[in-house]
């Protein structure tokens, strides 16, 4: 338990949570220190509809591979496209470089659509030019999407 704590502790010294207008009010949780040993930052948590996450990811000057993990809930007729957007400035969004963690090597930057519940573990590829990140998500029709990072 001792441990725990001190890991929670840990973890709240890390992250620091900023509001921004330049983010359209969503939070920035900026990772702090020079390694990342603060475990999940979350994106967003049972949003619906369409729209950028909640929460926008920044990590600063690190550039090692990180881990999104994105689960769904679904209801009749499901479908969602989700795409994984990165950032130099917070300002101008490009679709950013991911690897499915079946295949580690083989690359893609195309939107997932996704139409089942399910739960995927994407690894997000080491030194690629991104400070923040973010999930933005489109044509959704009965999906509810949870999506954390460790960038």
């Known amino acids: 338990m001792r441990q725990l704590w001190r890991r929670a502790v ?7 949570i900023l509001f921004s207008s330049s983010f359209l009010h969503a939070a920035v949780i900026v990772y702090g220190g020079t390694a ?18 909640q929460n926008i990811v920044d990590r ?24 994984i957007q990165g950032s130099v400035d ?19 930057v195309v ?6 519940a399910t739960t995927s573990s994407l690894i997000l590829r080491a030194e690629h030019p991104w400070r923040f990140m973010k999930i933005v998500l489109s ?5 509810t999407v ?6």
């Not at 600063?60 to 809930?73: E, M, P, S």
């Not at 470089?97 to 090597?105: C, D, I, L």
Request: charged share 10%; aromatic share 6%.
């Open 111 to 116: 939107a997932l659509v996704i139409t089942t």
């Open 90 to 108: 917070g300002v101008t969004w490009f679709n950013i470089a991911y690897a499915a963690q079946s295949v580690p090597e083989t690359v893609s």
């Open 36 to 53: 990342r040993d603060y475990g999940y930052v979350n994106l967003t948590t049972l949003q619906t509809g369409n729209g950028d996450s």
């Open 139 to 143: 044509a959704n029709t009965n999906v």
């Open 10 to 16: 840990a973890v709240l010294a890390a992250c620091t």
């Open 146 to 151: 949870t999506a954390d990072v460790a960038a």
């Open 60 to 83: 600063g000057t690190l550039r090692r591979a990180g881990l999104l993990t994105i689960t769904t809930v679904v209801g009749a007729t499901p479908t969602v496209t989700i795409n």
